[in-house]
């Protein structure tokens, strides 16, 4: 038999909010994309071809692998005391992942097309091809996971492998897209995908610790025993591990960069001016410090403030990445500024909008008829 | 077959934009999106320009991370888009490093919108007064007004080249034989700048020419290794990567 997770309060509300809010806003992306296209994007041929729609494709595709390797810590690497998430992780890793194929769909000029151009092209040197195939084979594993724990069989240890496996080489190629474009200075490097799975364990560890609160009305107080004492001793100490990793990488990426007198990194210096900037670092340096300081990071209140805190910093530094990696013009002539101005408009905060509350609904969907909270038994 | 290449001679070109306007009326171009642009940079009190096309790589990035191989290389050479193909994902956008690719849907670099002032048919995503024959168009390789939801570039006049006789060294314009398979913005050179010719014939010009005058590729570093080589002479050169300078 398994174990129910206790309260439903804040998630009955969670499903008809996230449904209204998607209603809303893909309501709102897919009317301008349908009669305006994608001139209702403040992306544009002369300046910054990918926008905040596909940083939000890369923040919760980051987001899903994340999840998706804090589960695997239970089901493949047997550490029992994470079973009270790894359902919970595995359905949130499907969510986040449909949330964002949506906003990438809704960014793409002919998104159906790519269903038989790419497996007919088979340009197996494009990043975005093998990007495409282990995505589809994560979703697939995730979605046989999921199926097999919901059907009360918790073995598979060779699937969940897989699933690990394929997790790593897609939010690595997802990294290498970007971290190969050599043509783009503040992009290029060999390390990104590396600093993608920091930041992607990091947007896990916060995306479950932040849902499992919605789950419990935001009171540790309403969780089982085992949910509770994993909150209590191991989810605080993995959260501060991924935040101290990825700030690592952060400092020293940023110092980098502002030092570096190459041409194409003059964002960096920008960037560091910016006030996103500086509530990305502090946002990453107290959820640190909530996290790892005793007095904190064993309450409840705390821990939702460092997963708000860390999710927004998160999401703030793949915007920063990608959209700041193509702010240098190229050859575009004298009368094109030092760096180019990009506001994403309203149309792409919907697009936005809409990957985030798809993944939240299908959360909510899970959370209320799908027993997230289940543990093997024995 | 050819492997065709172009060469812009610096210290002929006048900056007049000429080949801009041939390329914006023989390839029905949006007021703004040039294929074939012209650059102007501020060096030291001067204003210096620079002509630029589609360098047709022969190691084009926009090709090698097209996943769906819409952005494909010719036999002759040239890099052209397959508009059957794209998926609008702009990565070529992004791997290029001569910034010299267009995304149909937008927002319009120069207003009005010229695709509200003169609304498409359905099939044409806009229809000017003035635009290449229908009779032209090729959207295997990207020629002709150019559809919703795709990215577009200089084809070196695809549908030109593509007919010119096999075994010629050089597409002139001062050649009955060859005129009409010159590319536009190399016909309408006033102080003819512009060569156009076989890459791999030792005899042709553009041969004649890279050798005799030390022809330089863009960015070379990148690794692209352009098709495209510019003279530039004692009193010209090629501008540095970037317009922008650090620290203003």
Redesign the interface.
């Known amino acids: 038999m398994n174990t129910a997770v206790g309260s439903k309060a804040t998630s009955g509300m969670l499903l008809p909010v996230t449904v209204i809010g998607l209603l809303v806003t893909i309501g709102y992306a897919l009317s301008q994309v349908l009669s305006v ?3 209702s ?6 300046g910054v ?2 926008g905040l729609p596909v940083v939000t494709y890369v923040f919760l595709s980051m987001t899903s692998t994340g999840l998706a390797l804090v589960a695997a810590l239970g089901s493949v690497f047997g550490n029992r005391a994470y079973y009270p998430i790894v359902k919970r992780c595995t359905w949130l890793s499907i969510a986040t992942l449909v949330g964002g194929f949506t906003a990438l769909a809704l960014e ?4 159906f ?2 269903l038989w ?2 497996p ?4 197996m ?5 093998w990007m ?1 195939v282990f995505y589809l084979i994560v979703l697939s594993l995730l979605a046989l996971k999921f199926f097999k724990i919901h059907s009360g069989d918790w073995s598979g240890k060779l699937l969940g492998q897989a699933s690990v496996v394929a997790e790593i080489a897609a939010l690595g190629t997802l990294g290498a ?1 970007f971290g190969m ?4 200075p503040a992009w290029y490097g060999t390390a990104i995908p590396v600093s993608f799975m920091l930041a992607a364990m990091a947007a896990g560890t916060a995306a479950v610790g932040f849902t499992i609160y919605l789950s419990h009305g935001m009171d540790q107080e309403r969780m089982p025993t085992p949910l509770k004492g994993l909150m209590q001793d191991l989810f605080p100490k993995i959260f501060a591990a991924t935040l101290f990793a990825y700030l690592t990488f952060f400092v020293f990426h940023n110092a980098t960069g502002v030092w570096s ?1 190459a ?2 990194l ?1 964002v960096f210096e920008d960037y560091a001016g910016s006030a996103f900037f500086h509530l990305e670092w502090i946002g990453l340096v107290v959820a640190l410090y909530l996290m790892a300081n005793p007095g904190t990071h064993r309450q409840g209140n705390m821990q939702i403030l460092a997963a708000v805190l860390a999710l927004v910093a998160l999401f703030i530094g793949r915007y920063e990445y990608i959209v700041g990696g ?1 702010l ?12 180019i101005q990009y506001t994403p408009s309203l149309t792409e905060w919907m697009v936005t909008g809409a990957g985030l509350f798809l993944a939240l609904a299908i959360y909510a969907i899970g959370d209320r008829f799908l027993n997230l909270g289940d543990q093997p038994q024995g | 077959m050819a492997k065709w290449g172009m060469v812009i001679d610096l210290e002929k070109c006048t900056g007049c934009q000429a080949c801009s306007s041939a390329c914006q009326m023989e390839n029905t171009r949006m007021p ?2 040039n294929w074939q ?1 012209v ?4 060096e030291g009190k001067d ?1 210096k320009w ?1 002509p ?1 096309p589609c360098m047709h790589c022969e190691e084009p ?1 926009c090709v ?7 952005t494909y290389k010719n036999d002759d050479g040239t890099v052209t888009v397959d508009w059957n ?7 070529c ?17 120069v207003e009005p ?1 010229v695709r509200t002032e003169f609304p498409g048919d359905g099939k044409h995503t806009w229809k000017p007064p003035y635009r290449q024959p229908e009779s032209q168009e090729d959207w295997t390789h990207g020629v002709g007004i150019q559809p ?4 577009s570039k200089c084809t070196f006049c695809y549908h030109r080249i593509s007919q010119a006789p096999d075994g010629v060294a050089d597409l002139d314009e001062d050649n009955p034989a060859t005129k009409e398979y010159t590319p536009a913005c190399v016909r309408t050179c006033p102080p003819k700048a512009r060569y156009f010719g076989d890459l791999d014939n030792p005899d042709s010009k553009v041969n004649q020419l890279i050798a005799e005058k030390s022809g330089t590729r ?2 070379d570093h ?2 692209n290794k352009p098709q495209v080589y510019y003279l530039a002479g004692e009193s010209t050169s090629i ?8 620290g ?1």
């Open positions: 296209g994608h001139a994007f403040a992306t544009s041929s002369d071809s990918w793409l000029g002919h998104p097309r790519m151009a790419i007919t092209g088979m340009q040197q494009s990043p975005m091809f495409g897209a474009m050599a043509m783009r007198n041409e194409g003059q193509q240098v013009p190229l050859f575009k002539g004298t009368w094109v500024p030092e760096l | 703004g999106e642009d650059l102007f940079y501020d204003l620079f630029r990035s090698t991370v097209c996943p769906t191989r819409a193909r794209c998926i609008g994902c702009k990565y956008m992004i791997a290029c490093p001569y910034g010299v690719r267009f995304y149909m849907d937008s927002k319009p670099l919108d919703a939801g795709v990215v863009l960015l990148l690794g501008p540095g990567a970037r317009a922008s300078k650090r203003g």
